[in-house]
């Protein structure tokens, strides 16, 4: 299935951002992940195919949520008190399989948007 994320841009430290992933993921498990320069991708947030189950990483649980609409085919990414070491492109992906700990890692997933960048100045 082919993901597509939008959402990004330059914002101030402290402020917001609300990403979209739009695609036929009503059946998938939906991740979000990023990658900013000379760094590996990492894991953010996922959620569950109901929406009902929501996980994050350590480092933004407290300032990231994550939500979808099925009606809609969408998967958002709030993202409140933005910090400079936010600045990354952000990705969403679709997992077919069941809730494991391979949610935290990119091979638990089978198919990618193209990224959205995010740029925090401080």
């Known amino acids: 299935v082919q993901l597509v994320e939008s959402g990004g841009g330059l914002v101030q430290a402290g402020g917001s951002l609300r990403l979209s992933c739009g695609g036929s993921i009503r059946t998938y498990i939906v991740g979000w992940f990023r990658q900013a320069p000379g760094k590996e991708r990492e894991f953010v947030a996922a959620?569950?195919?109901?929406?009902?189950?929501?996980y994050f990483a350590d480092s933004v649980e407290d300032r990231f949520t994550i939500s979808r609409d099925n009606a809609k085919n969408t998967v958002y990414l709030q993202m409140n008190n933005l910090k400079s070491e936010d600045t990354a492109v952000y990705y969403c992906?679709?997992?077919?399989?069941?809730?494991?700990?391979?949610?935290?890692?990119?091979?638990?997933?089978?198919?990618w948007g193209q990224g959205t960048q995010v740029t925090v100045s401080s």
């Open positions: 959620i569950s195919r109901s929406g009902g189950t929501t």
């Open positions: 992906a679709g997992r077919e399989g069941r809730i494991t700990t391979d949610l935290y890692y990119t091979p638990g997933y089978s198919c």
